[in-house]
């Protein structure tokens, strides 16, 4: 069964680094997305990319936030510049560009485990 | 109010029991309902989908949705320690928009 895949799975980085996480959603969807999940809080939302642009983000995502689907198989979300406040489980999930008969759910992956010291 | 509020529990039930989920939302406009599963440290694993109103089976799950009091439920019929996982209620409101979550209910099933 086709699955969403993320890379790395765990990554530490020092404050103020460069970090990418990359991630390969199901093939023929669409429609992509990040989430990030602090431990012990709920799943929230940062960003929806349809068609190579950005079509939805929230406050979450500000400036140093950016994703790019560089090469039509991967889709990479870069934080520029980490805080300590970015450690967390980040989710890139995936759905049809179909609409109808639950072909609108948004297929998740096994995420990539941020820490930042 | 908190867009979507869900007790986080933790719930313990004997294998075999009937589990009862809950979530209630304060946005009127949210049309699709989803419940994910999650095993710790893992990514929401999609357990089902509802659009709009009414009901829907699949096996040992059914998930409820009443629009009118902004409630939606998962059940699980003879519940089993696999089931153990953290239970969490989704929504939104376009076809391709983004999910709303609630925090997540802890379910452990004991034998």
């Known amino acids: 069964e086709p699955e969403v895949t993320q890379t790395p799975s765990h990554q530490v980085t020092q404050m103020g680094q460069e970090v990418i996480l990359r991630c390969v959603p199901i093939?023929?969807?669409?429609?992509f997305y990040w989430y990030r999940q602090i431990l012990g809080q709920k799943v929230e939302f940062l960003v929806s990319?349809?068609?190579?642009?950005?079509?939805?983000k929230s406050e979450i995502f500000d400036d140093q936030f950016s994703v790019e689907r560089p090469d039509g198989s991967n889709f990479t979300l870069k934080i520029r510049s980490t805080k300590l406040e970015d450690s967390a489980m980040y989710f890139c999930a995936s759905s049809p560009g179909t609409s109808g008969g639950g072909l609108e759910t948004q297929y998740f992956g096994p995420g990539t485990r941020l820490l930042v010291l | 109010q908190k867009e979507v509020e869900q007790d986080p529990g933790p719930l313990s039930v004997p294998e075999g029991a009937i589990v009862s989920l809950n979530c209630t939302y304060s946005?009127?406009?949210?049309?699709?309902f989803m419940w994910y599963r999650q095993y710790s440290r893992k990514g929401p694993e999609l357990l089902m989908y509802?659009?709009?109103?009414g009901n829907k089976e699949d096996g040992r799950f059914t998930a409820q949705v009443d629009k009118s009091s902004k409630y939606i439920s998962l059940f699980i019929r003879d519940s089993q320690p696999s089931d153990s996982a953290t239970y969490l209620c989704?929504?939104?409101?376009?076809?391709?928009?983004?999910?709303?979550f609630g925090q997540g209910t802890i379910l452990t099933v004991h034998p």
């Open positions: 509802t659009y709009s109103s």
């Open positions: 093939s023929n969807h669409l429609y």
């Open positions: 990319f349809y068609n190579n642009e950005i079509s939805e």
């Open positions: 989704a929504m939104k409101g376009t076809s391709y928009g983004k999910l709303t």
């Open positions: 946005n009127s406009a949210f049309q699709y």
